[in-house]
Nanobody
C-alpha cells in the first residue's frame, strides 16, 4: 500500500512564504507525475502545479511566478514553494502522485494540509 503524507501548512500573512512537502512511502517501484491540488471552502478541488519524473512542470495561471514545484526522486518527495501568498491562496492543499504499476499507473492522494493566508 502507498501513503502520501503532506507537511508544511499553516497560518501566514499576505506576502509571506510557505513550503509544502509530500513524501510517498510503501511499495513503490516508481512515480510518474506528482502534483499539488487545492480546495478552498465552497469550491471544487483544482490543479495548482504538476511535475513529471523528468522535471517538466505546469502551473495554474493563478500561481505562475509565485509558486515553484520540485521533486526529489530519490526520496519520493515533492515540494511546493509558495511565495507572495495572497488571501485567495487559502485552501486545503492535497498532494497527488501517479504510482507506477505493472500496467500503467494509479493515482494516490494525501489527506491534505491547510494553508491559511490572512490579509
Amino acid at each position: 500500500q502507498v501513503q502520501l503524507v503532506e507537511s508544511g501548512g499553516g497560518l501566514v500573512q499576505a506576502g509571506e512564504s510557505l513550503r509544502l512537502s509530500c513524501a510517498a512511502s510503501g511499495s513503490i517501484f516508481g512515480i510518474n507525475t506528482m502534483g499539488w491540488f487545492r480546495q478552498a471552502p465552497g469550491k471544487q478541488r483544482g490543479l495548482v502545479a504538476v511535475i513529471t519524473r523528468s522535471g517538466f512542470t505546469h502551473y495554474a495561471d493563478s500561481v505562475k511566478g509565485r509558486f515553484t514545484i520540485s521533486r526529489d526522486n530519490a526520496k519520493n518527495t515533492v515540494y511546493l514553494q509558495m511565495n507572495s501568498l495572497k488571501p485567495e491562496d487559502t485552501a486545503v492543499y492535497y498532494c497527488n502522485a501517479n504510482i507506477v504499476e505493472i500496467v500503467g499507473g494509479r493515482d494516490y492522494w494525501g489527506k491534505g494540509t491547510l494553508v491559511t493566508v490572512s490579509s
